[in-house]
């Protein structure tokens, strides 16, 4: 199996920058499709970025999109969250995932691996 362990996650002022690793463990890992949800209080999972390693390809939420960059350093199977700009509304639980069948989904219910969450909060 695989494990995911995220990290980066802190307190930032609005308009500021965090980053996000998400270290991974286990077979073929350089060969899943990595993603990154979030979780606000009372709310449902929702997805943020993905990344396809064997396509290169990457795809974003509206809500996110030109202020989050998703990427992965594939020497060592981690894949980072560059946030910048963030808002109040980005404050979040924000979790790692990872697609066996690489195809980079939206959907969070086509992921087979999650690690445990990192806590963003902007708040000034």
């Known amino acids: 199996q695989v494990q995911l362990v995220e990290s980066g996650g802190g307190l930032v002022q609005p308009g500021g920058s965090l980053r996000l690793s998400c270290a991974a463990s286990g077979r073929t890992v350089s060969r899943y499709a990595m993603g990154w949800f979030r979780q606000a209080p009372g709310k449902e999972r929702e997805f943020v970025a993905a990344?396809?390693?064997?396509?290169?390809?990457?795809y974003y939420a509206e809500s996110v999109k030109g202020r989050f960059t998703i990427s992965r350093d594939n020497t060592k199977d981690t894949v980072y969250l560059q946030m910048n700009s963030l808002k109040p509304e980005d404050t979040a639980v924000y979790y790692c995932?990872?697609?066996?069948?690489?195809?980079?989904?939206?959907?969070?219910?086509?992921?087979?691996?999650w690690g445990q969450g990192t806590q963003v909060t902007v708040s000034s």
């Open positions: 995932a990872a697609d066996r069948l690489g195809s980079g989904s939206r959907n969070s219910a086509e992921y087979d691996y």
């Open positions: 990344f396809s390693w064997s396509t290169g390809n990457t």
